[in-house]
């Protein structure tokens, strides 16, 4: 699904926006006319994201931000408000990888940082704009998943169940508001040329991964106003939506 639909005058908000996916969904949004509020910890990153955005007459607002600041995501979500009023477009990308190790050699800190990042900061993002996009005419909300949070393959443990836990909060949500004007969908990448793809397979040749750029711009059609799906995951490597079953 790769249609770009006109985002003229929207406000998109993209955690992990200096590198990788985050990067390039930034610069497409943009593209297509929304104003990107880029959220990141890198500010070299996220400067060299502005530039490209601005060079190709787009607007975006940089967000130096570390998704462990609670309270700095709760002031992210009062200034979206008080500047804008609304927002009408979250793509929740940024996570950590933690280690690809057995689950008993895991150490705690490790443990602790994923779900912090993962989990805790997604649902605080969550929370922090929830209102925000309410106000929006068709607000659309995309969680970052990965296929990981259904193999459950071994040695994945930590980052498994993170994206377990990203995806239980994301239909909650979804099916909390499928009477209003909100869409809230999951996205499973797949496979994709970013740092995190190198550190988990590191003997893999990044020339036969799909390029964050080609990945990014599924996620254009996500954020479209007229899309009417929620509670459901685009999986790009099949290029399709389905939905979520219960163990029979």
């Known amino acids: 699904m790769t249609t770009t639909p006109d985002l003229s005058g929207r406000i998109a908000l993209v955690t992990g926006a200096s590198r990788g996916i985050g990067y390039n969904t930034a610069k497409q949004l943009a593209a297509a006319g929304a104003h990107v509020i880029a959220v990141a ?8 994201l502005d530039d490209e955005i601005k060079a190709s007459g787009g ?8 998704l462990t600041d609670m309270a700095g995501i709760d002031r992210l979500g009062s200034s979206i408000n008080d ?10 990308n940024a996570a950590v990888l933690g280690v690809i190790a057995p689950i008993g050699h895991v150490e705690a800190k490790v443990f602790d940082k994923v779900m912090a990042v993962n989990v805790t900061g997604t649902w605080r993002l969550i929370r922090s704009v929830d209102p925000l996009l309410r106000k929006s005419d068709a607000g659309r909300a995309v969680i970052v998943s990965s296929g990981s949070a259904h ?21 909650s949500w979804a099916d909390e508001t499928k009477n209003t004007a909100l869409r809230v969908n999951i996205f499973d ?7 995190m793809r190198a550190l988990a397979v590191p003997g893999e040749d990044p020339a036969t991964v799909t390029h964050p750029s080609e990945t990014a711009s599924h996620i254009l059609g996500m954020v479209d106003p007229a899309l009417t799906r ?3 995951i ?15």
């Open 234 to 248: 685009y999986q790009i490597r099949e290029q399709r939506w389905v939905s979520h079953q219960k163990p029979a």
């Open 59 to 66: 607007q975006a607002t940089l967000v130096p931000l570390d």
């Open 189 to 195: 990448p797949g496979t994709s040329r970013t740092a």
């Open 151 to 171: 193999s459950a393959r071994a040695f994945w443990a930590p980052y498994a169940a993170s994206k377990a836990a990203v995806e239980a909060l994301a239909r």
């Open 230 to 232: 929620t509670g459901e």
């Open 83 to 92: 500047r804008w009023g609304k927002l009408d477009i979250l793509v929740a």
């Open 41 to 48: 910890r890198t500010v070299g990153g996220l400067e060299e």
